[in-house]
């Protein structure tokens, strides 16, 4: 028999009469990261997930990477399947987990056995397969508290498997459950992040970015692109919306007191971000606004930016250091990217003494000499959609 992975189902298995759908969301989810490894069939029973090939050619390596990648499963393990029969799942054990076996000092076996029709219990099970394994190796010692080694056996409906470690799954929701949302993603090391912590709790995203040409370049924007697909193993395949921010940007400049000008840009981006949830179908907008990081990052201006819509603005990383974000940034392999030295539309126009507690009420004053919709709308118009796959 094959080889196969499993997936064993985190938080979601708590959801009552909603987890068949969870369970068909992670299934789907999973099957479309397995695209590129190979035909593998998927299915869910008693709370763990399927993976196995359907064909010798599958890449096992790279199908284990991606599970580790899909929201909604706590934790994922390769193992071997075999027959229901004891001296079976010795030799596989012996097999599969040999040179394991030989690392190890100390040992123990665990069995499970929802397959109830099996002879022997989960105790009688794990006695003989200890008992087995204690003279075959004879370097072993068996150590029920702390060993070096746990083998698994399960015994299930299907088939029996036999792994070792379970290693840590990407936690969270399955991407889609909890419905759809807009991150606006800029170049920078907390976007990205935050776009992870929410696909993480089951959001679809559409991407939005400022695009602020000729004063960022192209370069800059390909950077943006590239942290798209950074995040797509997570994700899914992205829809980057690239608006053109220039006219605004240089209409604020000209037509607007220069220390109110980041949070009108913000304000500006908030309702282009809002037209795109409108019209993908998103029920809310996330940022990577940190509380206190920079000037627009105070109470009063996130008022003032969130009070252009009416939509959730989910800001997952507003209570953390820069030191958690960056920790997070690295694991994800978004860091070495979001460093790249690309000016972004916000450094540009920056200026020397931003308003660190803008009122609602001076944002509206200084609007009204603008033609706030029109903007809008232009820059939705000249909209830019540029769509990132998950292939490898
Ligand atoms: P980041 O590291 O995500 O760039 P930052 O610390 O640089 O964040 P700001 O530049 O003030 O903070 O931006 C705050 C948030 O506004 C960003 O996290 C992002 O969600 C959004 N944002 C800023 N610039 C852009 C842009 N050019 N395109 C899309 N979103 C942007
Ligand atoms: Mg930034």
């Not at 040409?213 to 950077?223: F, G, H, M, N, V």
């Not at 931003?354 to 000499?369: F, M, V």
Request: a neutral charge; hydrophobic letters at 40%.
């Amino acid at each position: 028999m094959n080889d196969i992975i499993l997936l064993k189902l985190g938080e979601l298995v708590l959801k009552g009469l909603n987890r068949h759908n969870f369970e068909e969301q992670l299934m789907a989810n999973a099957k479309r990261r397995l695209h590129t490894c190979g035909d593998f069939k998927v299915t869910t029973k008693q709370s763990i997930t399927y993976v196995e090939p359907k064909s010798g050619d599958c890449d096992m390596d790279a199908a284990f990477e991606a599970m580790k990648k899909v929201f909604g499963a706590a934790g994922v393990c390769r193992c071997r399947a075999c027959e229901k029969d004891k001296e079976a799942m010795l030799s596989a054990v012996k097999e599969f987990l040999g040179p394991q076996l030989m690392a190890a000092k100390t040992f123990k076996v665990e069995c499970k056995r929802s397959d109830k029709t099996f002879p022997l219990n989960s105790i009688q099970l794990a006695q003989y397969l200890g008992g087995e394994l204690d003279d075959a190796y004879p370097h072993l010692t068996a150590d029920m508290h702390h060993p070096d080694l746990t083998v698994y056996v399960e015994v299930r409906d299907a088939a029996a498997f036999v792994h070792g470690d379970t290693e840590p799954g990407a936690g969270g929701l399955p991407v889609g459950m909890g419905g759809r949302a807009v991150s606006l993603l800029s170049g920078g090391i907390d976007s990205p992040v935050a776009s992870w912590m929410m696909a993480k709790r089951g959001l679809c995203l559409e991407m939005v970015h400022f695009f602020s040409y000729p004063y960022t370049s192209p370069e800059a924007k390909q950077k943006v692109l590239d942290l798209a697909k950074i995040l797509t193993p997570w994700t899914g395949r992205l829809v980057v919306h690239v608006v053109p921010f220039t006219a605004i940007q240089e209409e604020l400049r000209r037509s607007c007191p220069e220390e109110l000008f980041t949070v009108l840009m913000r304000r500006f981006m908030m309702r282009i971000a809002a037209e795109v949830a409108k019209r993908t179908g998103s029920g809310a907008l996330v940022t990577g606004e940190s509380l206190g990081q920079v000037a627009s990052q105070t109470m009063e201006a996130m008022r003032c930016t969130g009070a252009v819509t009416d939509l959730p603005i989910f800001r997952p990383v507003v209570g953390m250091d820069k030191e958690e974000i960056v920790r997070i940034s690295r694991k994800i392999g978004a860091f070495e990217t979001s460093i790249l030295p690309y000016e972004d539309c916000c450094t540009v126009f920056t200026p020397k003494h931003p308003r660190l507690k803008p009122t609602l009420a001076e944002c509206l004053r200084s609007e009204e000499k603008l033609d706030v919709e029109g903007l809008v709308q232009a820059a939705v118009e000249g909209i830019e959609r540029v769509h990132i796959s998950a292939e490898r």
